[in-house]
């Protein structure tokens, strides 16, 4: 039995070249599996076979079929639409996407090859485009209604941050106390080395903190002080020179007694016998 090697060729892409050979008793519906085969495409769609003349322009309907669904073309052979040794189709797959193939008759082979299969992918070049192309999807932001002010509030945060931000405020808010802790500590160990510092009386005993940063504040107030209560310490010493009166009345009558009661007066009246 003879073969018949078809060329098949993109409409869009003419780089892209598979060469099939087929048995003059194969049909349409292989010419249409071959196809999608030997591009990679799946057979989910439907693909429609025209005939052409020698400037591929389309020519009467030979037929359609859609995956693996009953179509006419199962029983139309290939050599019973082939009136030309360079006979051409035209075959256009999945509406949608638009895929055009352009088919044409090369060679014909008197006999078969010993215990070859057909169809027969003979030749092949190029990479065939993808036949489902990716859509890409870009992320956008929520949008947020401004405010009153003009501002844009912020966006709401999800039930999982919500959990993480109170983990973290509470463990933020232990640490407070840890430190406030400390610090009330630090304050009682100073008090207590302040009231150490203190030449207290052996027999005086504090029994609370309160009592010690109590003593510790009245001493600090003692310092400050220290200027004004030593000056009035040393007014007190020397007051006897002039402005006590219970001093003067001592003095005062000893010298009246013993000099004549005039005081420093007194050495006046002995002048008299020096005259």
């Given amino acids: 039995m003879s073969i018949l090697r078809f060329r098949i060729t993109f409409d869009d ?20 599996v071959e196809i999608l085969k030997s591009v990679g495409f799946d057979a989910r769609h439907k693909g429609v076979f025209y005939l052409a003349d020698h400037n591929w322009r389309k020519g009467a309907m030979i037929g359609e079929m859609h995956g693996e669904q009953d179509s006419k073309l199962k029983k139309t052979d ?80 999800e039930e999982d941050d919500d959990a993480l ?17 400390g610090l009330l500590a630090d304050d009682a160990e100073v008090a ?41 310490s040393e007014d007190e010493d020397y007051s006897g020179f002039g402005g006590d009166d219970s001093e003067d009345d001592e003095f005062g009558s000893q010298d009246d007694d013993e000099f004549g009661g005039g005081g420093y007066g007194s050495y006046g009246g002995r002048g008299d016998d020096y005259d």
């Fill in 78 to 157: 290939l050599v019973d639409h082939i009136d030309d040794p360079h006979q051409k189709f035209l075959f256009s797959y999945d509406e949608e996407a638009k895929w055009n193939f352009n088919i044409e008759l090369i060679r014909v082979m008197a006999d078969a090859e010993y215990k070859v299969t057909y169809p027969k992918l003979a030749a092949s070049s190029g990479i065939p485009p993808v036949q489902y192309k990716e859509t890409l999807i870009i992320p956008t932001r929520e949008k947020t209604e401004p405010d009153g002010r003009g501002r844009k509030p912020k966006a709401k945060v």
């Fill in 192 to 232: 207590e080395a302040e009231v150490d510092a203190l030449e207290l009386p052996a027999d005086l005993e504090l029994e609370t903190d309160s009592e010690i940063a109590k003593l510790a504040e009245e001493f600090n107030n003692t310092i400050d002080t220290s200027g004004s209560s030593s000056a009035e």
């Fill in 165 to 181: 931000s109170a983990l973290l405020a509470s463990m933020g808010q232990d640490d407070e106390e840890e430190e406030e802790d």
């Fill in 13 to 32: 892409y003419d780089d892209i070249v598979r060469d099939i050979d087929f048995r003059a008793d194969q049909t349409f519906a292989d010419l249409y």
